[in-house]
């Protein structure tokens, strides 16, 4: 399995073993890290990444390289992992939905 990965035109993941590759995609990017999406809910934030390591930690499955992760709030700290950038935006709007009704807005 690829250690790292990096995402093509599509934003499809492809993964690779070279760490320069990999180092030059995350140089290239704004603030490093591919963003997905980014929302305020009043003072709570809420981030969609691309991480670019797998983190499904027991080799079974597709790599998990997406977070969503709650900053503040009722929340603070609520992470999600996806697998696919379409699971990724999917999941940012279902964490924004939470956030929401936990904050009262």
Request: charged letters at 30%; glycine letters at 8%.
């Given at each position: 399995?690829?250690?790292?990965?990096?995402l093509?035109?599509?934003?499809?993941?492809?993964?690779?073993?070279?760490?320069?590759e990999?180092?030059?995609?995350?140089?290239?990017?704004?603030?490093?890290?591919?963003?997905?999406?980014?929302d305020?809910?009043g003072?709570?934030?809420?981030?969609?990444?691309f991480?670019?390591?797998?983190?499904?930690?027991?080799?079974?499955g597709?790599?998990i390289?997406f977070?969503?992760m709650?900053?503040?709030g009722?929340?603070?700290?609520?992470?999600?992992?996806?697998?696919?950038?379409?699971?990724?935006?999917?999941?940012?709007?279902?964490?924004?939905?939470?956030?929401?009704?936990?904050?009262?807005?």
């Open positions: 399995m690829p250690k790292f990965y990096i093509d035109a599509d934003n499809n993941p492809v993964g690779t073993d070279d760490v320069h990999w180092v030059e995609f995350r140089r290239s990017q704004p603030g490093g890290l591919p963003r997905v999406a980014e305020f809910v003072d709570v934030y809420v981030s969609t990444i991480l670019g390591i797998d983190h499904n930690y027991w080799d079974e597709p790599p390289v977070e969503t709650v900053f503040g009722k929340l603070e700290r609520t992470m999600a992992r996806y697998a696919t950038y379409e699971e990724a935006k999917q999941g940012h709007a279902d964490m924004l939905r939470r956030v929401r009704a936990e904050e009262g807005q």
